[in-house]
């Protein structure tokens, strides 16, 4: 049997995501994700095409290195203003059954302990239908407006290493399965034997000494996510990532891609397909090929030069107003996404040429660095079954170009094509989003470097309620 793609729909809470100047096409609707009923919607769009989860990316800060200041992203709107993308997953939980939501939250940013009872809250609230992509961070401007000094690009890892240890111990390692009794007769909700403080006292994170405060939650660690594709951020991957989002130019770069997750995670103890894998890809369809292309040059025609320029200066960690037009971008080095860096490196254009500033705005103008594909219902699942069998990835996350407009579109053509051809699945799984990923059940499998904080594993560091002392290690 021909294995099954996934979609998920890539969004942010903000006007102007990876399509920069799209929200001034007829139609679309970016402008209202300020409203609830914007966000519900899309959510809605997403559960009748089956998607297995709403993606919600996020930054801190503004994409100030172009020109030396953020003016051109607030003129282009380009992920900025920008809202929280937490709440988000509640609110399209409010009004689906099935589809999932991930959201993005940085670990520079945020004490893992008040983090720790978010996760747990959004876990409650949507049943299990919530992951967290864990990001690092790459834009300077955040650690300016924190009060932070810019840690090195590998450092940054090694601290989410060690934020990821005090989430697992809070989550996994607290409360014991069944401290919930709720005895009404003597009106007991608890027992306290059953509930314990862990103990952490690391560089990054001293002193640390506490119960989680939330229940357990369906999934108790929600379904991790992670994006970083650099050698470091693979590492970390391997270690912890349970879903992967990569962004390559190609679908031969995707299988180099793809090819170095899988071996990563069996060199960290675990199956190759422990994680899915998603490619960022922006499908422009349509009835027929001819209306497909039309479309797309069509939506070309409002993409901003500008706004362009300023989402590859933030993700490439270079002002590319100092660059010449026709400077090839092979050399480039970069305290940034390295990823997107190692791409442009490792990779070239259509034409067979090194990656110029010219060559990245006219790619750059729907989707951003992700892969474009364009065609009638037939022709576009074509070439997504194709990108999906030759790198081995398991599903798509789908940018947009206008929404939720690219979105409908691909409900509406490509969810039924790749039915009928028994690549696409035609109803949803029952349960939590881990089950529905892996359908191995709800919580973390014992081969995940989180089961070992877990309050009878090997890396458990605990305390008695009563404060008697018990460790683990």
């Known amino acids: 049997m021909a294995q099954q793609i996934s979609f998920n729909a890539f969004e942010m809470n903000c006007i102007s995501h990876l399509s920069p100047g799209l929200w001034r096409y007829p139609g679309d609707q970016a402008l209202h994700y300020k409203d609830i009923g914007y966000w519900q919607n899309l959510a809605q769009v997403a559960e009748r095409g089956l998607f297995d989860a709403i993606f919600i990316a996020d930054v801190i800060g503004v994409y100030d290195l172009y020109g030396g200041s953020d003016e051109a992203a607030l003129r282009t709107a380009l992920q900025t203003p920008v809202n929280d993308p937490v709440q988000l997953a509640a609110i399209g939980a409010a009004v689906t059954e099935n589809l999932s939501f991930g959201i993005t939250a940085g670990v520079p940013f945020e004490h893992p302990f008040p983090f720790a009872r978010r996760l747990s809250t959004l876990d409650h609230l949507t049943k299990g239908r ?24 590998d450092e940054r890892y090694d601290q989410a290493d060690e934020y990821l240890e005090v989430i697992y111990r809070f989550l996994e390692g607290s409360w014991e399965d069944d401290a919930v009794i709720l005895d009404r007769k003597t009106g007991q909700f608890a027992d306290p034997a059953k509930i314990h403080h862990i103990r952490h006292d690391g560089k990054y994170y001293p002193n640390i000494h506490g119960i989680h405060i939330s229940e357990p939650s369906p999934q108790r660690t929600p379904v991790l996510f992670q994006a970083g594709n650099s050698t470091r951020g693979i590492k970390f991957a391997a270690n912890n990532a349970e879903a992967l989002f990569i962004a390559p130019p190609t679908k031969e770069h995707a299988k180099v891609q793809v090819d170095r997750i899988r071996k990563a995670l069996v060199d960290a103890g675990r199956n190759p397909d422990d994680a899915k894998i998603y490619i960022l890809a922006t499908v422009i369809t349509d009835e027929t090929d001819a209306l497909a292309q039309a479309k797309f040059k069509d939506l070309l025609s409002y993409a901003s030069v500008e706004g362009s320029l300023v989402i590859n200066s933030g993700w490439l960690g270079v002002d590319l107003s100092k660059y010449d037009l026709d400077q090839p971008l092979n050399k480039l080095e970069s305290n940034a996404m390295q990823a997107a860096v190692e791409s442009l490196r490792d990779s070239v254009t259509e034409e067979g040429k090194t990656w110029t500033v010219r060559d990245l705005i006219r790619y750059s103008g729907v989707g951003c660095h992700g892969i474009k594909i364009v065609g009638g219902a037939q022709s576009a699942s074509d070439k997504i079954e194709e990108l999906i069998d030759y790198s081995g990835a398991d599903g798509i996350n789908l940018g947009y170009a206008t929404t939720p407009g690219t979105h409908e579109d691909v409900v509406n053509y490509i969810v039924p094509e790749l039915q009928k051809r028994g690549r696409y699945k035609t109803e949803y799984t029952p349960g939590t989003l881990r089950h529905k990923m892996f359908g191995r059940g709800d919580r973390l499998p014992d081969n995940h470097r989180g089961s070992k904080y877990r309050i009878d594993g090997p890396l458990s560091v605990i305390d008695d309620f009563n404060g008697t002392g018990r460790a683990k290690n």
């Open 130 to 153: 919530v992951g967290w992509n864990i990001v690092t961070g790459y834009l300077p401007s955040a650690n300016r407006s924190m009060g932070q000094v810019e840690a090195p690009h």
